[in-house]
């Protein structure tokens, strides 16, 4: 890469012992691996989003909690805007409910419906499919290896997100 393809020095802040040659690009990558992912989880798709299978696994995973729709932004890491969107979507297709707290008029908890629970169960056996075969062939220390970075990049993303 010479000084016209980076203008503003992008990977003068990589560890010196990386030369600009070596540096592969983490975000075409991540881009390439979700666009892969999504594909696979539409062919396996019935009648509930991957979207909607992740909302619903966690609402079941959490169940004996108290889940409100900050938590799903957190946990997520999307806004307000998105989730709630997703979250009137799942209303109205009756997977979700929101209840009333008795401490708080302007919060309401998330639960998951009869259609709801069925859908979860449904959703679960697809996404254990998928990363299974999406680990098939890897050492467990590499996917150990692969999570660490993963945790460190979003954490790196997290941090520049709270700087603006």
């Not at 999504?38 to 909607?52: I, Q």
């Not at 996404?127 to 062939?137: D, T, V």
Request: aromatic share 6%; glycine share 4%; charged share 40%.
């Amino acid at each position: 890469m010479d000084a016209k393809d980076n203008p503003e020095g992008i990977f003068q802040s990589f560890p010196s012992e990386l030369k600009e040659s070596e540096v592969r690009e983490i975000g075409p990558w991540i881009t390439q691996i979700s666009i892969l992912l999504n594909r696979r989880m539409r062919e396996e798709e019935n009648t509930v989003t991957a979207v909607h299978g992740r909302i619903l696994g966690y609402l079941g995973k959490c169940e004996k909690e108290e889940i409100f729709q900050r938590d799903l932004e957190e946990e997520f890491s999307v806004r307000r805007a998105t989730i709630s969107k997703i979250l009137s979507l799942m209303e109205k297709n009756g997977l979700i409910e929101r209840k009333p707290v008795p401490y708080d008029a302007r919060l309401k908890k998330l639960e998951l419906t009869e259609k709801g629970w069925r859908a979860r169960a449904e959703k679960s056996l697809q996404i254990e499919k998928i990363e299974i075969e999406m680990a098939s062939g890897i050492p467990k220390e590499k996917l150990d290896v692969f999570f660490e970075v993963c945790d460190m990049i979003k954490n790196n993303l997290c941090e520049m997100e709270d700087k603006k």
